[in-house]
């Protein structure tokens, strides 16, 4: 295969590189079907995009080598590539975020082997207006993803007391993320209130089985509900990015009925979804995310 092909993507001329390059060794998944992948996905992923400023997670050996992570977007990106400017106390007081508005800057940042999109949960227009709260359910072993998938039921049903909507997804790693719609003016101080009262009012419920606290030695055998997403300056991984785990897996949106299902026949296969089998569970479901775009929903005092 060529080391570099010119390939037109959504009207531009991008060109792609080492796209023999393997970045999952354990299943030889390479560079060029990673590409592949973001380019099938570009209708369910780009709405969770656009407008919204990324941090890059980038592997350009692969996933068992070297990362970094790039809030800056890179100084060689094409004029055609949206930035959202945040301010910041860094040396140049500001960052320059990448925002992916089509499937052409999808397809250039997937080039320079970005495999995680990570979003702020603000949009660029206004760095001061979470759009919603998101809640990360990460177990401490021995607890696995089951046990997350059993707390994000009890948090959807704790929300739904308070008459509010909310949505899973599988982490791709080990967690569950659940996120709550807003969509209305709100201020993270608001939300991150809120998440974090959230938090320890499940906690306050099932002591034995979650924890609120940061402190990670609390967190063996439990599931911490992380709340501190909720800042201004924090990054949650996008619905439909890739992860860089051993294998090409992806931040899938699930229903509900498919963590009780999972739950009850004690298969945490069942939550573990490749990059083919997303693109399968789109086309069969189309977008079971696509509620946290547009919800509009008020946190209770």
């Known amino acids: 295969m060529a080391k570099t092909v010119t390939a037109q993507v959504g009207g531009r001329r991008i060109e792609l590189s080492n796209l023999d390059k393997v970045l999952w060794p354990e299943t030889g998944f390479t560079k060029a079907q990673m590409i592949d992948y973001y380019t099938r996905i570009a209708p369910a992923i780009l709405p969770h995009l656009k407008g919204r400023p990324l941090t890059l997670k980038r592997y350009p050996d692969g996933v068992e080598a070297d990362y970094f992570y790039e809030k800056e977007c890179p100084a060689y990106h094409p004029d055609w590539v949206e930035t959202a400017t945040m ?3 860094n040396v140049r007081q500001k960052v320059n975020f990448c925002v992916v508005e089509n499937i052409s800057t999808l397809v250039w940042l997937a080039n320079l082997a970005t495999i995680e999109f990570h979003t702020l949960l603000s949009l660029g227009r206004d760095f001061a207006r979470p759009t919603y709260v998101a809640f990360d359910l990460d177990p401490g072993e021995p607890a696995d993803i089951l046990d997350a998938a059993w707390a994000a039921e009890r948090l959807h049903e704790m929300l739904q007391e308070v008459g509010l909507e909310s949505f899973a997804k599988v982490s791709g790693s080990k967690g569950v ?65 890739l992860r860089a785990r051993a294998r090409p897996t992806v931040s899938a949106p699930v229903e509900w009925d498919e963590l009780t299902a999972a739950r009850k026949r004690r298969q945490p296969g069942d939550l573990a979804f490749e990059a083919w089998e997303v693109l399968q569970r789109v086309e069969d479901k189309g977008d079971i995310f696509k509620p946290v775009l547009k919800l509009k929903q008020r946190l209770p005092k």
């Open 87 to 89: 301010p910041s106390r």
């Open 177 to 241: 993320h659940v996120y709550v719609p807003v969509n209305t003016p709100t201020t993270f101080e608001d939300t991150k209130a809120f998440a974090r009262a959230t938090a320890q009012l499940l906690e306050s419920h099932y002591p034995k089985r979650v924890v609120s606290n940061m402190r990670k030695d609390l967190r063996g055998g439990k599931i911490f509900v992380d709340w501190s997403q909720n800042d201004p300056h924090k990054t949650t991984v996008c619905a439909y990015s």
